[in-house]
């Protein structure tokens, strides 16, 4: 998705994100191997309900908002 827009932002330091959008068949019977897939050195992926997301930042939910506006469009 790119570059976010925050106030936080600098010429030196700025916010990206990346989504990763899988479909996976109900049939999948290893859904708690998933976020291994994901994470890397130091990060930590795990599933998240979008209705009891923990404390993030509003450019955060803003591209969230535009990931799922894309995802419904495609």
């Not at 049939?27 to 708690?32: L, R």
């Not at 050195?41 to 923990?54: F, G, I, M």
Request: charged share 20%.
């Amino acid at each position: 998705m790119g570059c976010l827009s925050d106030k936080v932002n600098s010429d030196n330091a700025w916010i990206e994100v990346t989504a990763i959008h899988i479909q996976v068949p109900d049939s999948y019977n290893f859904w708690e191997l998933l976020p291994q897939l994901f994470s890397v050195r130091d990060v930590k992926a795990k599933w998240e309900s979008l209705s009891s997301l923990p404390p993030v930042r509003e450019s955060h939910l803003q591209a969230i908002a535009v990931f799922n506006e894309n995802l419904l469009h495609a």
